[in-house]
């Protein structure tokens, strides 16, 4: 943070650094509990599928795609939980600055792996729905939505 921003908030919210990291870490504990739970259900709906009796009926194109949605599903929840195994690692060595830091690396991460994973499950769930065409229409409009929402719209609020 810039002394800027640090002036700033020693002003509006009377915060010293710790308890500015405190906030900033409990924030970002919320989020990833949000985040947690949902990709954590995506994970596993994702493991059974191999076992389902329509699997085999899916091209190499499409198992491929599914291969690369389970792989960025599973990454996304390792990237996801990884900040509570630092905490845990980090507890009581007055590290705050480095798991607030890390955990918002961390999670950014997760978040564009989660974005991957989902698009890569409209291409799939339309395209053995409804056909090729519908599968490509489906991911570009996911991908489009996720990075207006997730990316464009944040940077705009940013400015």
Not at 9 to 29: M, Y
Not at 116 to 124: D, K, N, P, R, W
Not at 130 to 154: E, K, M, N, R, Y
Request: net charge positive.
């Amino acid at each position: 943070m810039d002394g800027e921003d640090a002036a700033w908030n020693a002003r509006v919210r009377g915060e010293n650094t710790v308890q500015r990291l405190d906030r900033n870490w409990s924030s970002l504990l919320q989020e990833l509990r949000v985040l947690q739970t949902g990709v954590q259900v995506l994970t596993g709906f994702l493991l059974t599928l191999p076992f389902q009796s329509r699997f085999d009926t899916l091209s190499t194109p499409l198992r491929v795609i599914y291969l690369v949605v389970v792989g960025a599903a599973i990454i996304a929840t390792a990237l996801l939980v990884a900040p509570v195994a630092i905490h845990r690692l980090l507890f009581r060595r007055h590290r705050l600055d480095v798991l607030v830091t890390g955990a918002h690396r961390l999670a950014i991460a997760g978040i564009a792996l989660l974005g991957v994973a989902l698009t890569g499950m409209a291409v799939l769930i339309f395209d053995m729905v409804a056909g090729t065409t519908a599968g490509v229409i489906a991911g570009v409009v996911a991908a489009v939505l996720f990075l207006s929402l997730w990316v464009v719209q944040p940077l705009l609020y940013r400015r």
